[in-house]
């Protein structure tokens, strides 16, 4: 291999512009799958058909389809159906926004579900009331066992920002193309990249196994 | 026929329970438990103690049959509709501890002990906190006050699990195996605490499958087979020399203590 490495021409003003976009999507996205991810955990768990079904259509499409085709289904098809069109960045994030609630809702399902039996039968015993029961045992139980899985759905939305680039959000990824494109140095430029979205995940990813080796520990 | 000047303290009635029509639990159940006693249930597993007191806490429905408690109708339900009707007001006053320990794993001991009291009786958290520590201090907890449930051992947190269900003051106290889970040599702790109760006059039921446990803390022993009750009498008899045959092979077979 006779190819020689210029990472001298990367000029990292725009890459570092771009990640910063990059986080916001991230964050943005994060709050509606964090807050609006209990919700919908809420009402697939409604004993209504009527509340449960079309919440769990919402959940299941999320999940059953990739996501760069919902993104590109939000920017094409959205401001047709429905005669709305809210600027690139504020569609990349309600895109990826409910991509992440439908998978955050059922991890908190999870934990819900996962509460003991026993503890809600200490809750009765206690003579805490249902609505009680809920608030004090099931929910902050639940909310503490569902972290790590947040944290990586969380983290896993940061990597798949990067498929907003291509309907023009200005992200990482599309500063990155922006660069290489410019430069004519593609594997420079993409190596950068590829190290920034792993400088950023990686302590994730460490977080998160480190509170589940601690959880463990907690539950045994 | 003399009427007795208090009512019995519970008062069970042909108590039936099943899970499904082929798992019939209680076959009609009469147990009469007067104030002051400390009834010990034993029996094979499956044979209906665990859910005698699930049904006494009222965390089970039933099919038919009645308890009443202090002389008060408390659980109901004639096997017409599948209803149960339970006075939650009166199943207040009864306190439960069970075989796995039910601490909420994200609160201190001190906020498990006020939970209750501060949420059901609206009691101020300073004075629950107050009692809360008292209690700590009187089971040799004082020190586990802020510790989370994580960080005790299983018989520090079955003696928290009995404090917890003290601060509501109960006039009934359910242990269903509270031991089974623990390392045998956590065992005694938490049945001294027990044996502390009592010499207060706790009335409480026990399920247990420790004999030595259930010699020493017992005025009366039930023993329950196949939903039914099939021996009922002082510790002596039913653990010592019972009277029925199937006490007696189940005395000898699964405890080996028969004296």
Redesign the interface.
């Known amino acids: 291999m006779n190819y020689s490495f210029d990472f001298q021409s990367i000029s990292f003003a725009p890459l570092w512009e771009g990640l910063m976009v990059t986080l916001e999507l991230t964050a943005a996205a994060n709050i509606i799958g964090i807050v609006g991810g209990f919700l919908l955990a809420l009402l697939i768990m409604s004993p209504i058909a009527v509340i449960r079904l079309p919440a769990m259509l919402f959940v299941e499409f999320f999940r059953c389809t990739p996501a760069i085709v919902q993104i590109v289904w939000f920017f094409y098809c959205v401001p047709m159906l429905f005669n709305v069109f809210l600027g690139s960045m504020t569609m990349g994030i309600l895109a990826l926004g409910f991509n992440l609630m439908a998978f955050n809702a059922e991890a908190y399902r999870a934990s819900i579900q996962a509460v003991f039996r026993e503890q809600i039968d200490a809750g009765i015993a206690l003579g805490l009331n249902p609505f009680q029961r809920i608030l004090y045992i099931v929910l902050p139980t639940a909310f503490r066992a569902s972290i790590p899985v947040l944290l990586t759905n969380g983290i896993g939305i940061f990597q798949q920002s990067a498929l907003v680039a291509i309907v023009a959000v200005q992200d990482l990824m599309y500063q990155g193309k922006t660069l290489a494109t410019e430069t004519y140095r593609p594997i420079e430029t993409f190596t950068v990249v590829a190290l920034i979205y792993f400088a950023v995940s990686f302590p994730v990813t460490q977080i998160v196994g480190y509170l589940e080796r601690r959880r463990q520990l907690l539950m045994s | 026929m003399t009427a007795p000047i208090t009512p019995p303290l519970v008062r069970m009635q042909s108590l039936h329970k099943s899970y499904g029509p082929a798992m019939q639990v209680l076959k009609g159940l009469d147990i009469e438990m007067q104030p002051g006693e400390r009834l010990v249930v034993i029996g094979p597993s499956g044979g209906g103690k665990s859910t005698l007191l699930?049904v006494m806490?009222?965390?089970e429905k039933i099919d038919r049959g009645s308890i009443t408690f202090g002389g008060k109708p408390y659980i109901s339900s004639d096997g017409l509709d599948k209803k149960t009707n339970i006075d939650?007001e009166v199943?207040?006053s009864?306190?439960?501890v069970?075989?796995?320990y039910?601490l909420?794993?994200?609160l201190n001991v001190v906020e498990n002990l006020i939970?209750?009291p501060c949420?059901?009786r609206k009691e101020r958290k300073s004075d629950a906190t107050e009692r809360a520590v008292g209690l700590l201090t009187r089971f040799g907890l004082a020190a586990k006050a802020k510790a989370y449930p994580?960080q005790l051992s299983g018989g520090q947190k079955q003696r928290v699990?009995i404090a917890?269900?003290l601060m509501?003051d109960p006039k009934l106290m359910l242990f269903d195996e509270v031991t089974s889970a623990l390392d045998p040599e956590l065992v005694a702790e938490v049945e001294q605490v027990i044996l502390q109760l009592a010499a207060q006059k706790m009335p409480m039921m026990i399920v247990t499958h420790d004999m030595w446990f259930a010699k020493n803390i017992a005025s009366r022993v039930i023993f329950c087979a196949g939903g039914v009750v099939v021996e009922d009498g002082p510790p002596e008899q039913v653990l010592g020399s019972p009277k029925e045959e199937r006490t007696r092979d189940f005395i000898d077979r699964v405890f080996h203590i028969r004296q």
Do not use: N
């Open positions: 699930r806490m009222g965390l939650t199943r207040r009864i306190g439960m069970f075989q796995h039910t909420f794993p994200h939970l209750a949420k059901v994580a699990a917890r269900a509501l």
